[in-house]
């Protein structure tokens, strides 16, 4: 996303947003232990397989959150990676498998989590800038890979990294059910308005954005460009920022920031 001083609105492309929500669920996925469990024992009931992700001691938070939040899609998971292992499917197609059937899954709750209340939006903000500050102190190259993408992968990801990126997936699923069962009704518009856009660049400024910061967000070829530490840097004054925006503002700023994915 870049913001376009000449309309006084922000434009998409140049830090991830949306598509986060995907990636992290997904990352969560791969850190799974469960996976390295399917393939030793192989065991294929479903409640089994449900009862083992549960359990597991990385992404079990996940699992759990989303036995309350959305069972049926939990269990209709546990039933595919069921039918897979009985028919003698490898590791790789399981993975291949479970990763295509919830990113499906998460994409089609984007828009619910834009039109999540007050409180659950709260939560997403406040364990997305624990993430960001994290990897921004472990390891530059993995914070700027999660501003650009999305995505942090678990492999590389250690200590204190894990259970945060556990924290902001269990709270963008809560933000979903949250706001499937009880929306905010927000008018999300298509594009950016100077009255979301200008107070989101100056609370970037006061977070420490400098000009030449600006510069690269602002250009529609400036963040892809930038080098690691600048695209981290400008992710966490991004996130900060909309923390400290206005509550009406802030909630519309993160619904509209939420809900980008293409």
Same mark, same amino acid.
């Given at each position: 996303?870049?913001?376009?001083?000449?309309?006084? #609105?922000?434009?998409? #492309?140049?830090?991830?947003?949306?598509?986060?929500?995907?990636?992290?669920?997904?990352?969560?996925?791969?850190?799974?232990?469960?996976?390295?469990?399917?393939?030793?024992?192989?065991?294929?009931? !479903?409640?089994?397989?449900?009862?083992?992700?549960? $359990? =597991?001691?990385?992404?079990?938070?996940?699992? +759990?959150?989303?036995?309350? +939040?959305?069972?049926?899609?939990? +269990?209709?998971?546990?039933?595919?990676?069921?039918?897979?292992?009985?028919?003698?499917?490898?590791?790789?197609? &399981?993975?291949?498998?479970?990763? %295509?059937?919830?990113?499906?899954?998460?994409?089609?709750?984007? $828009?619910?989590?834009?039109?999540? !209340?007050?409180?659950?939006?709260?939560?997403?903000?406040?364990?997305?800038?624990?993430?960001?500050?994290?990897?921004?102190?472990?390891?530059?190259?993995? @914070?700027?890979?999660?501003?650009?993408?999305?995505?942090?992968?678990?492999?590389?990801? $250690?200590?204190?990294?894990?259970?945060?990126?556990? =924290?902001?997936?269990?709270?963008?699923?809560?933000?979903?059910?949250? #706001?499937?069962?009880?929306?905010?009704?927000?008018? &999300?518009?298509?594009?950016?308005?100077?009255?979301?856009?200008?107070?989101? &660049?100056?609370?970037?400024?006061?977070?420490?954005?400098? =000009?030449? %910061?600006?510069?690269?967000?602002?250009?529609?070829?400036?963040?892809?460009?930038?080098?690691?530490? $600048?695209? @981290?840097?400008?992710?966490?004054?991004?996130?900060?920022?909309?923390?400290?925006?206005?509550? %009406?503002?802030?909630?519309?700023?993160?619904?509209?920031?939420?809900?980008?994915?293409?």
């Amino acid at each position: 996303m870049a913001y376009d001083a000449g309309r006084g #609105g922000i434009s998409r #492309g140049s830090v991830a947003t949306g598509i986060g929500i995907v990636l992290l669920l997904l990352a969560a996925l791969g850190g799974a232990f469960w996976w390295q469990i399917a393939e030793k024992n192989r065991r294929t009931a !479903p409640e089994t397989i449900e009862a083992e992700l549960m $359990q =597991d001691p990385f992404a079990g938070r996940l699992f +759990t959150t989303m036995k309350t +939040t959305h069972p049926q899609e939990l +269990t209709d998971f546990t039933h595919r990676m069921s039918k897979l292992m009985r028919g003698g499917s490898s590791l790789e197609t &399981i993975r291949r498998e479970g990763y %295509d059937f919830l990113k499906k899954s998460a994409e089609s709750h984007v $828009q619910a989590v834009a039109q999540a !209340p007050r409180a659950e939006l709260i939560e997403v903000r406040k364990t997305r800038r624990a993430l960001l500050k994290a990897l921004e102190n472990h390891d530059v190259m993995l @914070c700027a890979q999660f501003v650009m993408t999305g995505a942090v992968f678990v492999p590389n990801v $250690q200590g204190e990294i894990r259970p945060l990126l556990m =924290d902001a997936n269990v709270a963008v699923w809560k933000a979903a059910a949250a #706001g499937r069962d009880r929306p905010a009704k927000r008018e &999300i518009p298509k594009e950016w308005r100077e009255s979301e856009a200008v107070p989101l &660049i100056e609370a970037m400024r006061i977070a420490g954005m400098s =000009d030449t %910061d600006l510069q690269v967000f602002t250009s529609p070829y400036g963040m892809p460009s930038a080098p690691a530490w $600048q695209q @981290c840097a400008i992710g966490v004054y991004l996130w900060e920022a909309v923390d400290s925006l206005p509550a %009406d503002t802030s909630d519309l700023v993160t619904a509209m920031m939420m809900s980008q994915v293409e």
